[in-house]
């Protein structure tokens, strides 16, 4: 789903679908602090997503990705 991963400033996530999704990411720290939010909208079958890290501190983080109905939690971890 991420990558690079670990990542530093920048992170792409890749999603294949078998139809057009909603799309919908949060982030959370390990306190459960939401520290980022992103709705992207509809996103069609093979997607690649920017996900700008900066503004994050060094640290393991809990992606809570929303497709539509289904949730897939995933870890990232940032570096600087």
């Known amino acids: 789903?991420?990558?690079?991963?670990?990542?530093?400033?920048?992170?792409?996530?890749?999603?294949?679908?078998?139809?057009?999704?909603?799309l919908k990411?949060?982030?959370?720290?390990?306190?459960g602090r939401q520290v980022l939010f992103d709705d992207y909208g509809l996103i069609y079958e093979d997607t690649v997503v920017?996900?700008?890290?900066?503004?994050?501190?060094?640290?393991?983080?809990?992606a809570r990705i929303q497709c539509g109905e289904t949730v897939i939690p995933r870890k990232i971890m940032v570096q600087k």
């Open 1 to 22: 789903f991420f990558h690079p991963n670990p990542a530093q400033n920048l992170a792409y996530l890749h999603l294949k679908t078998s139809e057009s999704t909603s």
């Open 50 to 62: 920017p996900i700008l890290l900066s503004g994050l501190e060094a640290g393991i983080y809990y």
């Open 25 to 31: 990411l949060s982030i959370y720290d390990n306190l």
